[in-house]
């Protein structure tokens, strides 16, 4: 079949969509670990047989998860390859970040799907499973110098054959994790995930024919590709640079630069990193994977109508050198790959607000601030509490940024209070936005969160940090402000302590009582402050947001003749 007509594109894209939406929805709602449960960080869908390429993904997953799950499918592809036995009803599983991207903590499920006895396809499920061993509960370790410190490395493996589950690898994972029942039940969900797939697309295909449906994965690709060189020909041709620091690496007290040069030349486009640091001891190192995919996210942000469909990539070129933070060899950390992601998509809307600052919107808070409180219980149990948490978007061309959303890397949604307190033996004495955090401007940012955590077990407990932004704030554009940088402190005997790297910090000791706080960066501001409304401005004291001290100095005093 060589063709396939616009309406039966749209409805097979349409259904394809939703079979990956419907194992995000599956794994969501059988997931043991509010990672997966309530923040959503996992992701499903369907991969080229032949290139591991993404053809469809689900809406509800990350999408840094778009790219890397590419890269993973692609791993599998070669394994198979070398060993010369797949099957139908294999299963392969791995963890390895340096071949699949992100970290240790994201666990890859691949499965080959079969029609009539041939290679059609593959399914994959990724979800962030609550804790893989290593140094440090929770497994973000802001002192680990190889991943070996993070979390057990699994490369490749089968974890069925031909629809049998290998006992033995299950028995590795298990006992290499401080919550068995937590990774069993997150294995289960995906496993479950997998099979609802593999039964859509038996419908899929017994309703439109395996010609036909494939003829539409190469169309969504073609069609994806062409909508990216569209989008391209309508920008300004030209070369814009922008560079912004990481606080350090977790081991090194120096700052770490992520710098990009973007480029546009009719409907094709270059992002080059080449300027950015070296590979670093400590774990904000990503591998190249990881750096495509934030490359694809990034571009995402700016050109929203976009699919998620590796056809969008064709046009573009990401440039990494050897040897970069941005392209790190194994064994190197990679642990905190969220923090370099983040920045890496702040620099990219730095150079495109040179280029358009139409499309894009100023930083966002910049740091998941992933932090981990663990210890036992008093019947021995060990428990262990990570999250994420939130901080302020951007101002924009339309709007002020919004408050206390979470990073722009994902679509996922920060655990809620009642949910951690329920698990977990900690009470959050505060929950609450951070008055005077967002950037000004003619739209400001979005405000950060304060959150202070107490820990209520009487044995204490022991918390770590991996965050960013505690030296560089971020940045606002077309003249706008910058957001509050991020503040960290620990509670002790003697009173209220910071830790000497900032934003990172592991072996925090907790009593009963003693409590974490969390000040979250706010989102830079758009557009010069003096352009903002008084009427806008007086809304934003009265409601608290902003102090009357701030909006004086940063707005003038025209708002207090409307707030009168």
């Not at 809406?59 to 499918?73: C, D, E, H, R």
């Not at 950390?333 to 730095?350: A, C, K, N, Q, W």
């Not at 949910?419 to 033996?425: G, T, V």
């Not at 989102?523 to 402050?529: E, L, R, S």
Request: contains cysteine.
């Amino acid at each position: 079949m060589s063709g396939i007509d616009p309406i039966t594109l749209s409805v097979l894209a349409g259904r394809m969509e939703q079979i990956a939406d419907e194992m995000d929805a599956t794994l969501f709602r059988a997931a043991f670990n509010p990672i997966i449960a309530e923040a959503h960080d996992a992701s499903h869908g369907l991969y080229s047989a032949t290139s591991g390429d993404t053809l469809v993904q689900g809406k509800s997953g990350l999408p840094i998860f778009v790219g890397v799950m590419s890269f993973a499918v692609k791993a599998v592809i070669e394994k198979a390859a070398a060993d010369g036995d797949l099957e139908d009803g294999d299963i392969y599983i791995f963890n390895d970040a340096h071949i699949g991207g992100t970290h240790l903590s994201d666990m890859r499920l691949v499965r080959p799907y079969f029609r009539d006895g041939q290679l059609f396809c593959y399914l994959a499920s990724v979800g962030h499973w609550h804790d893989v061993g290593g140094a440090v509960p929770g497994n973000y370790n802001p002192a680990a110098t190889e991943v070996f410190q993070e979390a057990f490395v699994l490369p490749p493996v089968k974890l069925a054959r031909k629809g049998e589950i290998n006992q033995d690898i299950i028995d590795i994972l298990l006992r290499n994790t401080r919550l068995p029942q937590s990774a069993m039940g997150d294995l289960n969900g995906q496993l479950g995930a997998l099979d609802l797939g593999v039964r859509r697309m038996d419908e899929l295909l017994d309703d439109y024919g395996a010609e036909t449906v494939a003829a539409a994965f190469v169309a969504l690709g073609h069609r994806a590709e062409a909508l990216m060189r569209s989008e391209l020909n309508d920008l300004p041709d030209g070369r814009w640079e922008a560079e912004d620091f990481l606080d350090n690496d977790g081991i090194t007290d120096e700052p770490l630069r992520i710098q990009v040069a973007l480029e546009i030349n009719g409907d094709r486009m270059k992002l080059d990193f080449s300027g950015s640091s070296p590979q670093c001891a400590g774990p904000v190192n990503i591998a190249l994977p990881t750096t495509v995919a934030t490359a694809y996210v990034a571009i995402k942000h700016v050109f929203p109508a976009l699919p998620a469909n590796a056809g969008v990539m064709r046009p573009i070129e990401v440039i990494v050198p050897d040897g970069s933070l941005l392209s790190a060899e194994f064994p190197a950390p990679t642990g905190g790959y969220t923090e370099t992601i983040l920045r890496m998509i702040d620099v990219v809307f730095s150079a495109f607000a040179k280029a358009a600052p139409d499309r894009v919107v100023a930083n966002a808070y910049g740091t998941i601030n992933a932090l981990s409180i663990a210890g036992k219980r008093a019947n021995g149990q060990p428990w262990v509490m990570f999250s994420f948490y939130g901080g302020g978007h951007g101002g924009s061309i339309e709007s002020d940024g919004l408050n206390h959303g979470n990073a722009p890397i994902s679509t996922a949604t920060i655990p809620p209070m009642e949910i951690l307190e329920a698990a977990y033996p900690v009470m959050f004495r505060k929950w609450a936005l951070r008055p005077d955090s967002a950037g000004t401007g003619a739209h400001r940012g979005g405000l950060g969160a304060v959150y202070e955590i107490e820990v209520l077990e009487q044995s204490g407990a022991e918390a770590f940090l991996f965050g960013e932004r505690g030296r560089f704030a971020p940045k606002g554009i077309a003249e706008g402000g910058d957001g509050a940088k991020n503040v960290f402190a620990y509670e002790q005997e003697d009173g209220w302590k910071t830790p000497p790297l900032v934003s990172k910090m592991r072996g925090i000791k907790l009593k009963q009582g003693q409590a974490v706080r969390l000040e979250t960066p706010g989102g830079g501001g758009y557009g010069a402050p003096k352009k903002r409304t008084p009427e806008a401005v007086a809304k934003d004291v009265a409601r608290g947001l902003v102090s009357a001290d701030q909006a004086d100095e940063a707005y003038g005093r025209a708002w207090r003749e409307v707030a009168q």
